[in-house]
């Protein structure tokens, strides 16, 4: 008999290991050697190209200044670039250079070839053991979400 502390034991050991794929650098094809929130600021300034320093910080959850140190860096590191606006010259706009691109391609490819492996063990289960995952795992994350606190983001369905 499977014991519900087990079960608890399994998913702390996956979100754990999660939690340290996502902080773990590293190069995605440009010989740079990235962070989980440089290479998540890569994909949003490709999603929506034209972003100024407060929007992309909008669409990030994090504040002005986090976003800014984090771009500057990107700069530095020649991913990212920054540019004034035709229209009105004081706002400063983002856009990814070529490596950027070759970056934001390469971590794309890198959630695909996981997703698929992870999907193909899905694939093989019955349709019914993927409801009662899908509704258990729905259940789960409701009552984790009641735990949180200030500190959980809001908008946890629109990230990455």
């Given at each position: 008999m499977?014991?519900?502390?087990?079960?608890?034991?399994?998913?702390?050991?996956?979100?754990?290991?999660?939690?340290?794929?996502?902080q773990?650098?590293?190069?995605?094809?440009?010989?740079?050697?990235?962070?989980?929130?440089?290479?998540?600021?890569?994909?949003?300034?490709?999603?929506?190209?034209?972003?100024?320093?407060?929007?992309?910080?909008?669409?990030?959850?994090?504040?002005?200044?986090?976003?800014?140190?984090?771009?500057?860096?990107?700069?530095r590191?020649?991913?990212?670039?920054?540019?004034?606006?035709a229209?009105?010259?004081?706002?400063?706009?983002?856009?990814?250079?070529?490596?950027?691109?070759?970056?934001?391609?390469?971590?794309?490819?890198?959630?695909?070839?996981?997703?698929?492996?992870?999907?193909?063990?899905?694939?093989?289960?019955?349709?019914?053991?993927?409801?009662?995952?899908?509704?258990?795992?729905?259940?789960?994350?409701?009552?984790?979400?009641?735990?949180?606190?200030?500190?959980?983001?809001?908008?946890?369905?629109?990230?990455?």
């Amino acid at each position: 008999m499977v014991k519900s502390i087990d079960i608890i034991n399994k998913l702390s050991k996956i979100t754990t290991r999660m939690s340290m794929l996502n902080q773990q650098p590293r190069d995605y094809g440009t010989g740079i050697t990235l962070y989980a929130s440089e290479i998540h600021t890569i994909k949003a300034i490709e999603e929506k190209e034209g972003l100024n320093i407060t929007e992309l910080a909008n669409v990030m959850g994090v504040t002005k200044g986090a976003i800014s140190k984090i771009i500057n860096k990107l700069v530095r590191k020649g991913l990212v670039e920054k540019y004034k606006d035709a229209n009105n010259k004081k706002e400063v706009l983002l856009k990814l250079t070529d490596e950027g691109e070759d970056a934001y391609i390469a971590h794309a490819q890198f959630h695909h070839r996981v997703e698929q492996e992870v999907g193909k063990y899905f694939d093989e289960l019955e349709n019914i053991q993927k409801e009662h995952l899908l509704e258990s795992l729905t259940i789960l994350d409701s009552i984790l979400s009641n735990h949180c606190n200030k500190g959980c983001p809001t908008k946890m369905d629109e990230r990455d």
